[in-house]
């Protein structure tokens, strides 16, 4: 009779057979990271700025806030990869996300509310680069799916939206029908659950992807100016893309877009960026330069132009669900470049480059989007802001070609 295997031999097994079902259990990281932490702050930001009493600026400035905190956390990454396992620092960001998403619901402090939006962007950066390596391994385990498997990852983040956008609505009711003084505290005591759970779930087999075999970094290690086109294109991406997903829904609600409509809106885009996994894997696979990124980064462009033209729902739906079969691909096409174009021994480098030009691109956008937003045109004039620096990203990102064969 054949021993059965040890458990930690028996979870590693698990992880090299079934690649897809360990990258939706990263892609929980990338829910946590963006969907609940970060995006779901769109459906909060009118009951907030209402109760608050903040101005356009102030309500940006809570991602910008948030951004900045990402920053810190993408700088501070590749020094906690060096001294520990990416697994653990993939899991003290997400638990440390999910304790934060708590704490808002307790404070009414405009200061506090800012101060915690800088310190969930720490962890989730954490959380979002730790997992981004992470997802880069399991790959290279299988290099037939390697665009698919990167494309749950970061599509992981359409789960979040998805749940946020169906949960947020009916707690805010139930919350207003009990009387609540402020009804948004509910929904962050909700966010802090979700992500909570879903850390949990996330930690059980992403600790057994197996870390490459020990290779010395490549001559003279990152050089960060051989691919600054597709850093410049992801900077403006990073500047554009984040004053679509902190406002759209507001402006939806200026316009008289009723809680429904927000809610299926909201849910379609979640689904559209949960199905980008599929659409766009064969493109990752095949362009090792700046090209998929400038096409995605065209179309975000597109789809963000149409919510600042008209708020006539057909034009709106179908501009949510573009911009969400786009956004993180376009995330996922900076992996892909850093795996086409450097050695394993400088994923980590490169991945985290990519993640402070796009925390730098996020800390600008809201706050200029808010600002205009708060002057003649509103924030139909600030989504055309948000236009020009996705155009102006596709034809920087399109100017990168690819570098020789890191192989």
């Not at 963006?34 to 400035?61: E, K, Q």
């Not at 698919?148 to 789960?159: S, V």
């Not at 509910?186 to 020990?214: C, F, K, Y």
């Not at 090792?288 to 033209?309: E, H, K, M």
Request: aromatic share 8%; net charge positive; glycine share 12%.
């Amino acid at each position: 009779m054949q021993p059965s295997p040890a458990p930690n031999a028996a979870a590693r097994d698990f992880v090299l057979r079934h690649p897809i079902l360990t990258a939706l259990a990263l892609s929980l990281g990338t829910a946590i990271a963006l969907g609940v932490a970060r995006f779901s702050y769109a459906l909060l930001l009118t009951p907030m700025r209402d109760d608050l009493g903040w101005s356009y600026l102030i309500a940006g400035g809570m991602n910008t806030g948030n951004a900045l905190g990402y920053l810190l956390g993408a700088l501070a990454t590749p020094l906690l990869m060096r001294r520990h396992p990416a697994h653990h620092v993939l899991i003290v960001g997400a638990l440390g996300t999910a304790l934060l998403s708590f704490v808002p619901g307790f404070v009414t402090d405009t200061t506090a509310q800012l101060t915690l939006r800088v310190l969930t962007g720490i962890t989730s950066a954490l959380l979002f680069v730790a997992g981004g390596l992470l997802v880069s391994r399991l790959a290279t385990l299988h290099a037939q799916r390697v665009g698919l498997l990167l494309g749950l990852y970061y599509g992981g983040t359409g789960l979040g939206i998805m749940a946020t956008s169906l949960l947020i609505p009916p707690v805010l009711q139930a919350a207003a029908d009990h009387g609540a003084a402020h009804p948004w505290q509910w929904a962050w005591w909700l966010l802090g659950t979700l992500a909570l759970l879903a850390s949990v779930v996330m930690a059980l087999p992403t600790r057994h992807i197996p870390a490459p075999p020990a290779q010395a970094s490549s001559h003279g290690g990152f050089d960060a100016r051989k691919l600054k086109f597709g850093l410049l294109g992801y900077l403006m991406f990073g500047l554009g893309y984040i004053g679509y997903m902190t406002f759209v829904v507001a402006l939806l609600r200026e316009g008289g877009m009723a809680s429904r409509g927000i809610t299926l809106f909201f849910a379609l885009l979640g689904l559209a960026t949960f199905a980008s996994s599929r659409i766009w894997a064969r493109m990752l696979d095949r362009f090792r330069g700046g090209q998929s990124l400038a096409l995605l980064n065209a179309l975000l462009c597109l789809a963000t132009l149409l919510p600042a033209w008209t708020t006539e729902p057909l034009a709106v739906f179908t501009s949510g669900m573009l911009f969400g079969a786009c956004f993180l691909s376009a995330v996922a096409s900076t992996t892909a470049m850093v795996r086409h174009n450097l050695p394993p021994s400088d994923w980590s480098a490169g991945i985290s480059a990519f993640t402070i030009v796009f925390a730098a691109g996020q800390i600008i956008g809201p706050t200029i989007v808010g600002w205009i937003a708060d002057g003649v045109g509103g924030l139909q004039r600030g989504l055309l802001f948000s236009a020009l620096a996705l155009g102006t990203g596709a034809l920087l990102a399109g100017c990168q070609r690819p570098l020789a064969s890191a192989r």
